[in-house]
């Protein structure tokens, strides 16, 4: 069986897109069909992919690689490794569930569709391409989608929100690619694995001040290029503005999949390239990053705590989640002197950060369905004000989401326990003082989501709710695959973990030097 | 073979000129057939050239011998690029004129006759020869626009004409100059550029006249400062002629640049490499801002064309190979997608709507009453952004890193350049097409025209050739990187090679 398998990943939505968006704004319920039926291919896919994974091995597999444009050095490169396999699997799980959510969607429902899927096209790309070329085409490939996903279907401010968003990415782009453009100038590579391998043997730096000039300087500013790229993307304070009111404008299932996956674009984005690749000047830099880590954190924390619209405070805890990402990372890239076993911390740290990635994806995107569920019964109305007392009419609503929410929390025997577990084990022996500051963030985190929940589900009943009908059969059916993931991957993280470990320790190995 | 590329365009003006005034219709297929024809003869002729790094000739027959003219055709790689442009740019730019009623056999005589001038300067390696051709497309890019074209079309069309001329004249003096200096070098009168290139001009020499000719041709290509012909140029003119002016005639510019201005003073580049960078990131970035305070659509657009040219002219003075194959590459992708957007902007839209006033197209939802319309811009838009998977950005990306190697600030700069490029297309997409401003008056008593069959064929035919070069760049590159590594340009790239 020599198929190839990722490109037939990859090329299922795109093609599925094309065929959707060619039916015609009268054939909705087949273009609902067949995009539904695209993306669970898709998953299927995935799923094979999780199943043949030899998760022993941290080397990459399923790899195609194959000349494209030899003279540039470009090539048809992709591969999965555990991080891979982890996002793959993450598209596939979170865009169904948009799909469905957004089943009532009925203007332009075939281009709606279609978009959705080149946006999953785009993700598997970017998740398994490993050529700076063939990466950056679907990391770009993303975006347009995304656009017009704000642009056409948003909230009443869409449009500004939408071109924030579009310009803020572009200029994380056009800087990215310009240190690459740099690295591929000194090094004559485009190829990621390769990269990491010569940053390994600090070549990079010499031969980019070799082929360029300004020393060493050179160096510190193609990383800054790249790192603008990937900081906008996660987002990291202060690159993240454009963001609550790009997750606020968007329709919700359309947040669920910029919260779900997109944001994790970045996170990969510093995982695959910047730490393998830059070590050195993260090294140089890495008290400021480490600040700006703990500033993202607590900073998210309390703009969530501020803000009065339901989908602008997850938004904002989006944003904290995810710093908690970005502070094991710095933490992992430190030298490291004085401390015991250090491998076994950065592993542990490490290993957190994909099971965060993976778990915020899940709870993230659960979290934004059970809001776009209350909007339809509120007729858009999402305030924090707005509700009240609504568990006793709508108690099963209550209910699971108040799980999805303790589970962003932090809950133990819930998926969002084991990650930030992790990451603190990990960051505490690592760097004790950004771990101590970024616990503020936890709290705070614990005060805004429980003043949500009060506000919203406790106290006394709003009467103009009091008919408010409680979730459908279907609405449950959807919300039970989140729900249930949450639980089993917190209770038995090894299912995850076992994937990902291998991987993770052959990413420490990397960073020894 | 490729020669009957430039005899089929003049047949066809012939055959034109014979057409009895009524007939419409025979004039437009006939235009379309011998552009069609064009374009497969260059397809072929391309093809068929074994070694695109060599050049090879096509005709030679001596001309004036006393001057040393040759009627001499020859194309390499670089030349095979620009001719199969010019091919795609003719058939494209007629599928977007088909509704020309006012005096059509002229107009596309007069087409035809622009099509077979850049088909013959592309294709001359005697120096005469091809100044022959460029001034010959100056005569019908001046009767398109005066006659056929729309706003301020007289003043466009005289300072199109005025400004060709004068850099035509500074080319002449220029070549006159390495004429006389070359003779009393080798000893026998020469134009032929194979053999000019091997003279090695005195230094002092080449410091004056190199600018002169650089100058002279960098004009039509929009060189910052020299560029102003261009935006208005570009809005007086017919759709077909401002695709044409932004396809193929800013090229015939960059064209002349390489290959007379370069390779006959390759030291005189050298001399001057940092001011023609400085000039081309000036153009790039205050093409790129000034694009973005338009209010009339298509100004734009042809801001945006001195911007995207820019980064032809930064490719070239990299002098190296990877930013002279971006600057070919990028001279090929500019005129796929400037043509393409000049379409949706001049016959989509203006000829349907008769305004290209932002504030009027904003009340007009025309992404919603055009969708072909807003779709093709929306695509024509990201590849002029130059997003990966379209052709903009492979030529962009070999100019910058050739860039990185010696102008690293200038690079940066250029990437500020793109980065406003993103801000107007967005800017001039929403407000076109995808505004949310409350619909007016306007427009909506009337039904607009649908998008007719030829504009669709023309758009995917742009698009398809954008994405096919985007995703495939070495199909082009195989024919402009053995070329760059030729005789011709040894001297050039001799202090840069990469």
């Known amino acids: ?513 | 073979m490729l020669a009957w590329t430039i005899y089929i365009s003049f047949i066809g003006v012939l055959v034109l000129m014979l057409l009895p005034r009524e007939a419409a219709r025979a004039a437009r297929i006939i235009a379309l057939l011998t552009a069609i024809a064009g374009c497969v003869v260059a397809f072929a002729g391309a093809i068929q050239q074994s070694n695109p790094g060599e050049v090879t000739t096509i005709v030679k027959v001596p001309w004036i011998p006393s001057l040393g003219a040759n009627y001499f055709l020859a194309a390499d790689g670089i030349s095979l690029v620009l001719v199969v442009l010019t091919g795609l740019a003719a058939i494209a730019g007629i599928l977007f004129s088909w509704n020309v009623e006012k005096r059509t056999k002229e107009f596309f005589a007069f087409y035809l006759a622009l099509i077979g001038g850049v088909y013959g300067v592309f294709l001359s390696f005697d120096v005469l020869l091809l100044f022959m051709f460029y001034e010959l497309t100056i005569i019908p890019k001046y009767f398109l626009i005066a006659r056929w074209g729309s706003t301020r079309k007289e003043y466009g069309a005289m300072k199109l004409a005025l400004f060709s001329f004068v850099g035509s004249h500074l080319v002449l003096i220029g070549l006159i100059a390495a004429w006389v200096v070359a003779r009393a070098q080798t000893g026998h009168a020469s134009l032929d550029l194979l053999e000019l290139s091997k003279v090695s001009f005195p230094l002092g020499f080449q410091h004056w006249v190199f600018p002169l000719v650089f100058v002279g041709f960098g004009i039509l290509a929009g060189l910052w400062p020299f560029h102003t012909w261009a935006p208005t140029g570009h809005v007086a003119a017919p759709t077909a002629g401002s695709m044409l002016l932004a396809g193929v005639v800013m090229k015939l510019g960059a064209y002349g640049c390489l290959r007379v201005a370069m390779v006959l003073f390759p030291e005189g580049v050298r001399m001057w490499q940092g001011e023609i960078a400085a000039l081309a990131v000036i153009g790039i970035i205050y093409g790129a801002g000034v694009a973005l305070v338009q209010k009339d659509f298509k100004f734009v657009i042809g801001y945006s064309s001195v911007s995207h040219m820019g980064f032809v002219l930064l490719g070239l003075a990299t002098l190296n190979t990877i930013g002279l194959s971006g600057a070919v590459l990028q001279m090929f992708s500019h005129g796929i997608i400037a043509g393409l957007l000049f379409a949706v902007v001049g016959r989509m839209v203006y000829d349907r709507t008769h305004t290209r006033d932002f504030n009027d197209l904003q009340t007009m939802q025309l992404g919603k009453l055009l969708p072909f319309a807003g779709v093709t811009f929306v695509l024509a838009g990201v590849a002029s952004m130059g997003l990966p998977g379209f052709s903009g950005f492979v030529a962009e990306l070999q100019v910058l890193m050739g860039a990185w190697k010696v102008f690293p600030v200038a690079t940066i700069l250029a990437g500020l350049g793109i980065i406003v490029g993103v801000a107007y297309i967005l800017r001039a997409m929403q407000k076109a097409f995808y505004s949310d401003a409350p619909p007016g008056k306007f427009g909506h008593d009337h039904p607009l025209e649908p998008i007719s069959v030829p504009e669709r064929i023309g758009a995917v035919m742009l698009i398809t050739a954008s994405l096919v070069i985007g995703l495939f760049p070495g199909l082009l590159l195989n024919w402009i990187q053995p070329c760059l590594n030729s005789p011709l340009f040894e001297r050039l790239l001799k202090g840069g090679s990469l």
């Open chain 1, 1 to 513: 069986m020599n198929l190839p398998w990722l490109t037939v990943l990859t090329l299922v939505p795109l093609f599925g897109g094309i065929v959707v968006a060619g039916l015609g704004a009268e054939q909705r319920r087949l273009a609902r069909g067949l995009t539904l039926a695209f993306s669970l291919v898709g998953l299927t896919g995935a799923l094979c992919l999780w199943m043949h994974f030899d998760a022993t091995s941290g080397n990459l597999q399923f790899v195609e690689k194959h000349d494209w444009v030899p003279s540039l050095g470009i090539q048809y490169f992709l591969g999965v490794d555990g991080l891979s396999l982890l996002m793959v699997m993450l598209t596939a799980i979170v865009v169904p569930l948009s799909i469905l959510a957004s089943w009532r969607i009925d203007d332009r429902a075939h281009i709606y569709n279609a978009l959705v899927l080149w946006l999953q096209a785009g993700l598997f790309g970017t998740f398994t391409a490993l050529n700076f070329f063939h990466w950056f085409l679907f990391w770009e490939l993303v975006l347009i989608p995304a656009f017009f996903l704000i642009k056409l279907w948003g909230g009443p401010k869409r449009g500004p929100a939408a071109t924030q968003f579009f310009i803020y990415t572009m200029v994380g782009s056009v800087t990215l690619l310009l240190s690459f453009l740099a690295i591929r100038l000194a090094t004559g590579s485009f190829d990621f694995i390769e990269l990491a391998d010569m940053a390994k043997r600090s070549e990079i730096t010499a031969k980019l001040g070799e082929a360029i000039g300004w020393k060493s300087h050179i160096g510190l500013l193609v990383f800054f290029g790249a790192f603008l790229g990937f900081a906008v993307k996660v987002p990291l304070v202060p690159f993240h503005t454009w963001l609550p009111s790009a997750y606020a404008e968007a329709p919700s299932p359309v947040t669920m999949l910029l919260t779900g996956v997109m944001s994790k674009m970045g996170v990969y984005g510093f995982l695959r390239v910047l730490l393998p690749i830059f070590p050195e000047q993260i090294r140089l830099v890495l008290t400021p990053l480490m600040w700006l880590a703990v500033l993202t954190i607590v900073l998210s924390a309390c703009a969530a705590f501020a803000q009065r619209d339901l989908k602008r405070i997850l938004a904002y805890s989006s944003i904290n989640h995810l710093g908690y990402c970005l502070l094991a990372l710095f933490a992992v890239a430190g030298a490291a002197a004085g401390i015991n076993q250090p491998e076994l911390q950065k592993a542990a740290a490490l290993n957190g950060v994909l099971l965060q990635m993976f778990n915020h994806g899940l709870t993230a995107s659960a979290l934004f369905l059970f809001v776009w569920l209350i909007e339809k019964r509120s007729g858009g109305l999402r305030g924090l004000e707005d509700f009240g007392g609504i568990r006793k009419v709508v108690p099963v609503f209550t209910g699971l989401m108040g799980i999805a929410l303790f589970s962003s929390l932090g809950l133990p025997g819930l998926n969002g326990f084991v990650g930030e577990f992790l990451i603190f084990k990990g960051v505490f022996p690592l760097a004790p003082w950004a771990a101590a500051l970024s616990t503020i963030g936890l709290l705070v985190t614990a005060i805004f989501l429980l003043t949500l929940i009060q506000r919203v589900f406790c106290g006394p009943l709003n009467a103009r709710w009091a008919q408010m009908p409680d979730l459908t059969l279907s609405e449950r059916a959807l919300v039970f695959v989140p729900i249930a993931l949450m639980f089993v991957l917190g209770i038995w993280p090894q299912f995850v973990l076992g994937v990902i470990d291998p991987t993770v320790v052959k990413m420490v190995q990397q960073l020894n030097f």
